[in-house]
């Protein structure tokens, strides 16, 4: 099988539905950027992989990222189609994946010193992985509420990465913990 079909040559895309639509679309930008943000937590589960310092090698943070990058998986396909029939097909969330993602930062928070300013998005090289990261969920997020605010059913997807993000930014302070890096607050000026 060839990796090059040359149906986009044209500035088109098929769904998986089988629908055609342009590239610019909402809902290609959607399932673009829940790829995009897949790759992304790709890099730092490889970083988790040999990271003596961290001590999270064999963790239940690194098996969560592998969870996540199949979650995303999933996410990205239920975006990819506009047809509701379709989107019933597909493999949908598991209902415990949000539930999963509250336990960690519950977990990760308990270590945490509280919040009471907000943080630049730095410290660890790790953590400042997590909150690029957390930007693209955000994203992703807001480009698949362009699609779920017409589309109900959608709505498992929208709670996951907005829970998603949060786990994420946890996860980039809980990394400054571990590596006893110091946040950085934001000076107001």
């Known amino acids: 099988m060839k990796i090059y079909t040359k149906t986009g040559d044209k500035g088109t895309t098929r769904l998986v539905d089988g629908s055609c639509v342009e590239k610019f679309n909402p809902r290609v930008e959607a399932y673009g950027t829940a790829d995009e943000l897949n790759s992304y937590l790709g890099l730092i589960y490889s970083l988790l992989e040999?990271?003596?310092?961290?001590?999270?090698?064999?963790?239940?943070?690194r098996r969560l990222l592998f969870d996540?990058?199949?979650n995303m998986f999933?996410?990205?396909s239920l975006l990819a189609t506009a047809d509701a029939e379709v989107f019933k097909k597909l493999p949908q969330l598991d209902l415990e994946a949000t539930p999963q993602l509250e336990k960690m930062i519950d977990a990760m928070t308990a270590e945490l010193e509280p919040l009471k300013n907000f943080?630049?998005?730095?410290?660890?090289?790790?953590?400042?992985?997590?909150?690029?990261a957390r930007t693209l969920c955000r994203r992703c997020e807001r480009r698949s509420s362009e699609i779920a605010i017409q589309e109900a059913h959608y709505e498992p997807v929208l709670i996951y990465l907005n829970r998603l993000s949060d786990f994420l930014f946890t996860t980039a302070r809980f990394v400054n913990h571990r590596t006893n890096t110091q946040e950085?607050?934001?000076k107001k000026k």
Do not use: A
Not at 119 to 132: D, E, R
């Open 68 to 70: 996540i990058q199949n």
């Open 50 to 61: 040999n990271n003596e310092q961290l001590n999270l090698s064999n963790t239940s943070l």
């Open 184 to 186: 950085i607050l934001w």
């Open 119 to 132: 943080i630049l998005p730095t410290g660890h090289v790790l953590s400042s992985h997590f909150h690029v």
């Open 74 to 76: 999933v996410i990205g």
